[in-house]
């Protein structure tokens, strides 16, 4: 059940991309309509907020990885378990048709 582990990063590399590119483009739009970089000082909070936002984000992305993955490979060893019982069914289904046979 890998794919558990990698939906989880694909869904979180999503959201950190949409989040940044949203992010700048808000920047980006204030800047080309406020073109006096005097006032630049009143984007530094932004670019601050911008950055605990991408911390957070790492954060969050962390956290689900890491909840994820435990019960990804619980069912990846539930899986591995189970083929193992069918085969032990099927092998021991064999031997005992071998053993009528002869």
């Known amino acids: 059940m890998d794919w558990l582990i990698v939906s989880g990063f694909a869904v979180t590399i999503a959201v950190n991309i949409i989040t940044i590119f949203a992010s700048w483009k808000n920047i980006i739009k204030k800047f080309s309509l406020n073109?006096?970089?005097?006032?630049?000082?009143?984007?530094?909070?932004?670019?601050?907020?911008?950055?605990?936002?991408?911390?957070?984000?790492?954060?969050?992305?962390?956290?689900?990885?890491?909840?994820?993955?435990?019960?990804?490979?619980?069912?990846?060893?539930?899986f591995q378990l189970s083929q193992e019982m069918i085969l032990k069914k099927k092998v021991s289904s064999l031997l005992h048709k071998d053993i009528f046979i002869f």
């Open 35 to 78: 073109r006096n970089w005097q006032d630049s000082k009143e984007y530094l909070p932004i670019f601050i907020n911008l950055l605990e936002d991408l911390k957070t984000l790492h954060y969050v992305s962390f956290i689900t990885v890491t909840l994820i993955k435990p019960f990804a490979l619980i069912k990846n060893i539930e």
